[in-house]
């Protein structure tokens, strides 16, 4: 960065200051929240929502992206829209299944089992036994 | 051949972009440990949502220490920023000292990590005791490695790097604010695999 | 590392070789561990060109099993230096055979081609024809070099492990790779049986040999090894890529905007991006996979899995698919790293030889930027076959016909580029030619794997191979040989062999056609690929057996032929006809520099574009080009006396 003034150097370590106490109070309120039972669902976004906004913070402040150039930017948003497609094509993939393999998007019946390690070894090898 | 050809722009900002060099490289650079850590929790979700069932994660891992190795983090990223702002402002001892605290807080968080690995081990929590032992252990891991990594980039500007300081002050200064951003990213990592790791409930 | 001296740029000859300078470097840092980056560029050419023939090599010894089942090879020297596990009675055991091809796959791509078009090309070439002094980051570039070499010492070292190197494809698809070649215990575990032990082990020397025998035991497999390689591999692609991208963006010269680009520079840009953006989810996936075969998890082995009749020990609920998805969704912008800087080489070579501008510049330019973007949203019809739902496939294959037009528009402008032009038929215009319908042939026969039904019928067959052959072997290989054959003069002052350089020319172009488009025939006839015995034990595959030793004949004298431009290469960089600093009379500004260009590049300083990057045939002009960095005699700039085409 060029040179900055004195009083522009100090004004940003309040900021930072500022930045630095919301994120231990958003970590504290973040621990609380996973204590208070929400159901699975409504527990996730909560939780992705406080760390987004934790998050933002820090790329923003802490890394000077709200003053950032436009190049930055340009190629930030690249990778978001890479994440996104990754992310997104990579589940639905997986929700959108043929033939007796359930897809996510499909609920599976829930059998309420342990969770075991070794699993009974499988009853005449079907299709899984083909060469790769 | 001579070894100091200087290339333009690692001081200064090309004037079209508004960038010095070595902040565009390390902006690329995080946008492909985005790509990484985006596989990783896409595999996370992945295979949350196809398993029958899923760990509640407080119930294995120490939130407590979790915590506290989030606020270390985020301490770390404090003073980083403020060793930058230091440099900024001209004071070489103070940056000195800020960048000297992140290194502490770097260590703090690997020996707590250290600690809760051992526990586990000890209680029989290993990678391949179900897929989300394996995700825990292989994304905290990984993220490990890149706090040894900023350690080591931290503690080569806090010593002999930063001769730098005075021979091509502004050169330095670049340099820390560059080493703060690829920190700022592995904190911000931190912050989105605490609660995916430690607090999400299970299924 | 040492404090750099904030020395002021020196002018002149300063940077030349003899000038008397304070320090002058040694001869490792001058010519080992350079941070200059034409050497690094020449290191990476080097070594790229070595890993290339070895490759090659590779697949010329699963030839004769393939034209020849089950006969000892006739070459006893290297049946013993294979050895009898992996030659057995002279006989290629099916395990040697999945090992070949394994690595034959991963050296030509990982070792071979990425290295020599965006290593060695791309390195050379970029700074020199931005009118930059060097790249970026030049001690970063000199990284990058070393990292892949340790990556290729990795990868060849997997073929001395306990039983063999990878040999579960290039592709390295799990369960299989998961279980391939496995180490008896996990890594953890044989960790904690070292130090356990510590006591009972010899000396200092004993127990720090014991830690890499007993401790790292787990690791030395041939699947670990390349898994290990690919890591170093993907770190050398990522540091390099973002040394590309930040020098083409920041050290541009004065006068050179984004669209006066030579098309060689874009191609590197958009390649850089694809590798930068692309290689960590798999650089993830790799490290998952060590995870599996060191650490004991199941994120690619699904419950119940059952091995050899056993079920398989593990925790379950891991996805096979997964790895697909994260390997895919590299290994197909890969495939664009592949084409586009040789696409950007012949674009080079086409314009200069027939002495006009490129028909379409600005869309080749765009077309090359949407290809880019295109290739992250395609990598699933590799996987049509994998159980995915219609909506999903029908998706996967939209975006895949999609993404053929900008290719066929690149195509298409380079072809229209021939039209009207004065055209030279030296070596170099000879393989950028051949390039144009061989890419056709790959292209075109990619389009039916595109298209999910017919996909059912081709995919994992031979027509497969016959498709990405075509691509890689007379495309994309054609396109560095042409590179290498243009611009040797620039960094060696000397012109190689034209004589030499047509007999390698014809004789490459008619075997690899001999060896490529019978593929065809065999894929459509349903012979699959990989198959030990090349589907001599299969009866829809009798028909086409004979083709088999057409291919390996025509491999091996392939083989025969490159040794002619071996010979040309070194022959031609001791008695070679000297060259001028411009010998093909181009206008780009590598042709602007002494030969071979100095250190520092440009010994006048950084020059001045003043014009487009194909300003061949200017009408008006006494000259039939006009280069770059000249200002005109007359005043007047180049582009306000030519009617620019697009």
Redesign the interface.
Known sequence: ??A?T?EA?QK??RI??T??AV??VG?VI??LA?NV????IV??IV??I??TV??SL??GY??HLFSE????YM??A???A??V???G???????????H?H??FQM?E??V?P?H??????PA?EK??HV? | MSAAIEIPYNSVERPDTGLYNAKLGIWLFLASEVMLFGALFSSYVLLRTGAETWEHGAEILSVPLGTINTLVLIASSVTMVFSYASLQAGNFARFRMFLGMTLVCAVIFMVIKGFEYKAKFEHGFLPSTSTYMALYFTMTALHALHVIGGVIVNGYLWGPGSKMWLTDPQRFTNRVEVAGLYWHFVDLVWIFLFPTLYLLPGK | MAVEPTTTQSHGGAASHGEAHHDELSFWRKYIFSTDHKVIGIQYGVTALTFLFFGFCLVMTMRWQLAYPARPLPWNWLVKLLGDSRMPGGVMAPEFYNQLGAMHGTIMIFLGVVPLAVGAFGNYLVPLQIGAQDMAFPKLNMSSYWVYFIGGIVMLGSFFMPGGSAQSGWTSYTPLADIATPASMTLGAALVHYFTNLGSLGGIGGKFAAFFTTGLAPLWTGQTMWLIGMVFLITSSLLGSVNTITTIIQLRTKGLTFMRLPFFVWSQLVTGFLLLLAFPPLEAAGVMQLMDRLGGSSFFLPTGLVVGGKALEVSGGGSSLLWQHLFWFLAHPEVYVLILPAMGIVAEIIANNTRKPLWGYKSMVYSALFLGFMSFVVWAHHMFLTGMGTAINAFFQTTTMIISIPSIIILTALILSLWGGSIRFNVPMCFALAFLPMFAIGGLTGLPLGLASADIHLHDTMYVIGHFHYVVAPGTLFALFAGIYFWFPKVTGRKMNETLGRIHFWGSLVFMNGIFMPMFIQGLAGVSRRLYDGGASYLHAQHVLGLNKVMSHSAWALGVVQFVFIINFFWSLFAGRKANDNPWESTTLEWATPTPPPHGNFPAGPPQVYRGPYEYSVPGKKQDFSPQNHPEADGKNGEANHVSSH
């Open positions: 960065m060029s900055h004195p150097v940003q370590v930072y200051r930045v630095g994120l231990i970590t973040t621990v996973a039972h929400l159901g699975i527990g996730i939780a992705l406080i760390a934790k998050g820090v790329a802490f890394m150039k436009k190049l930055i190629v930030l690249l990778t978001a890479v994440v497609v990754l992310a094509l990579l589940v639905f993939s997986y929700g959108d299944q043929q033939g393999r897809g996510i599976p829930r059998h089992q969770h390690e070794t699993a009974a070894p499988a090898p899984g036994s790769p």
